[in-house]
């Protein structure tokens, strides 16, 4: 039984998704005098064919249980290898993790917004639409 449908669901993912990102952008900006550091990013993608590979289901032994999954998957961080910004090895490019971080935050305020707008529609249904 999913009490609220898969939409909380999926809101919490994508704040997961959010999070994660934001703080591996910190990271990078943290690092970008660090020699040798190489820029990190995350994958959705990645992320998504994780969670939807790694699902452990409950042993229910009573019709009256409910349904419930816990899900484990990789943080789909990954770095780029390859790259080499300036003389000393480091990856980060400051201009390009700004916008990153900024693209980040309205992706995330957007999300904290619908959850907000369902939780306030589940609160008008309780009090019976007063």
Request: charged share 25%; hydrophobic share 35%; aromatic share 10%.
């Given at each position: 039984?999913?009490?609220?449908?898969?939409?909380?669901?999926?809101?919490?993912?994508g704040?997961?998704?959010?999070?994660l990102?934001?703080?591996?952008?910190?990271?990078?900006i943290?690092?970008?005098d660090t020699?040798?550091y190489k820029?990190?990013?995350?994958?959705?993608?990645?992320m998504?064919?994780?969670a939807r590979?790694?699902t452990?289901?409950?042993?229910?032994?009573?019709?009256?249980h409910?349904?419930?999954q816990?899900?484990?998957?990789e943080?789909g961080?990954?770095?780029?290898?390859n790259?080499?910004a300036?003389h000393?090895?480091?990856?980060?490019?400051?201009?390009?993790?700004?916008?990153?971080?900024?693209?980040?935050?309205?992706?995330?305020?957007?999300?904290?917004?619908?959850?907000?707008?369902?939780?306030n529609?589940?609160?008008?249904?309780?009090?019976g639409?007063?």
């Amino acid at each position: 039984m999913d009490l609220f449908g898969g939409t909380i669901r999926n809101l919490e993912n994508g704040l997961s998704y959010a999070t994660l990102k934001h703080k591996t952008i910190a990271n990078n900006i943290a690092n970008v005098d660090t020699p040798n550091y190489k820029a990190k990013d995350v994958s959705f993608k990645s992320m998504l064919e994780d969670a939807r590979r790694a699902t452990i289901a409950a042993n229910k032994n009573d019709i009256r249980h409910y349904d419930f999954q816990f899900k484990q998957f990789e943080s789909g961080v990954f770095d780029y290898a390859n790259l080499r910004a300036r003389h000393n090895g480091n990856g980060v490019n400051m201009d390009a993790e700004q916008a990153k971080l900024a693209e980040n935050t309205i992706y995330y305020n957007a999300l904290i917004d619908r959850v907000n707008g369902k939780l306030n529609t589940l609160n008008t249904v309780i009090k019976g639409g007063k």
